[in-house]
């Protein structure tokens, strides 16, 4: 047994591990590309049917084994639609490790100001309106498919554009607004609502739905209810409630900031922002600081 295993480790080279980590890694970097999308399910069906064509051709099925080596050409032409928009952000991806991007993180972080300070600043107006609103952050996980479910915009965002568009009797104020970068993609997008049993009975439809798209992405979604004019920050299916306007632009700027220009505080207190949802729901934890002056007792009625 000694000699067996000093044979094996005589086998590999340097090279052959090197292999071995780079490939580990595409496939690792692929799947979290696709994490949170439709394209997860595609790619488990591709999957099954080479399994089914080994099989076929292990047992000698001739018939079934010439259809789906017919069908794997078109098939090619096939993906290659389907995966247009990952394959388009991965190409994205690549071509921002491969560019001089960390030359120009002072910018980043300026737009990671612009961001928060705007989102934060509509949410606040707006609740200070009584208007309902729900906002999307996306992040690493493509949201085109949601976002051709309402009305591509490609808009500059302003804290202006949000008030207008969730403004009442408005064709888009009753979707979420889908916001990628310091663009807003689109308005009036539908979002898949909540399937998880923490207790979505308590929550109206944009809460619901804060927590289904966060269920299956990474992203950020401001909700403000109509009901009560509360303002919610949820990510991961995590939700925390009753921010004023300081508290949100704090959440979101940490959550969205550049890892090099996060401090020690600012990565603790992302961390531990959502730490205790499930014991205490409105505690934010040493990100935002709480307001000062009693809390108004939590409402009867269900929030939108």
């Avoid at 934010?284 to 007792?297: A, I, K, M």
């Amino acid at each position: 047994m000694p000699q067996l295993i000093e044979s094996l480790l005589g086998q590999i080279r340097p090279a052959t591990v090197l292999d071995v980590v780079i490939t580990a890694v595409l496939i690792y970097w692929l799947f979290s590309l696709i994490r949170g999308t439709r394209a997860v399910r595609l790619v488990l069906g591709v999957i099954f049917l080479f399994l089914v064509y080994f099989a076929a051709q292990a047992l000698s099925l001739r018939l079934l084994t010439q259809i789906l080596q017919a069908g794997a050409v078109v098939g090619l032409f096939a993906l290659v639609v389907i995966f247009q928009p990952e394959l388009r952000r991965a190409l994205d991806r690549i071509g921002r490790v491969g560019s001089l991007s960390w030359l120009l993180s002072p910018a980043a972080e300026r737009e990671v100001d612009m961001i928060s300070g705007q989102i934060a600043r509509a949410a606040a107006a707006l609740s200070a309106e009584g208007h309902g609103a729900l906002i999307v952050l996306e992040r690493e996980t493509g949201l085109e498919e949601i976002a051709e479910t309402g009305v591509m915009l490609h808009a500059d965002l302003s804290a202006e554009l949000l008030r207008t568009i969730f403004a009442p009797r408005t064709p888009l104020h009753d979707g979420a607004v889908i916001v990628r970068g310091p663009s807003i993609l689109a308005a009036g997008a539908l979002l898949p609502l909540a399937e998880t049993s923490i207790q979505s009975e308590r929550f109206g439809t944009r809460h619901r739905a804060a927590l289904g798209i966060t269920e299956q992405s990474d992203a950020l979604v401001v909700v403000v209810s109509e009901e009560n004019g509360q303002i919610s920050f949820v990510e991961r299916a995590r939700i925390v409630r009753n921010l004023d306007e300081a508290q949100l632009a704090r959440a979101i700027h940490s959550l969205l900031s550049p890892p090099e220009h996060k401090g020690p505080l600012a990565a603790r207190a992302a961390a531990q922002l959502f730490a205790n949802r499930a014991s205490h729901p409105l505690r934010l934890g040493d990100l935002v600081r709480p307001r000062r002056g009693p809390q108004p007792p939590p409402p009867d009625q269900r929030s939108r």
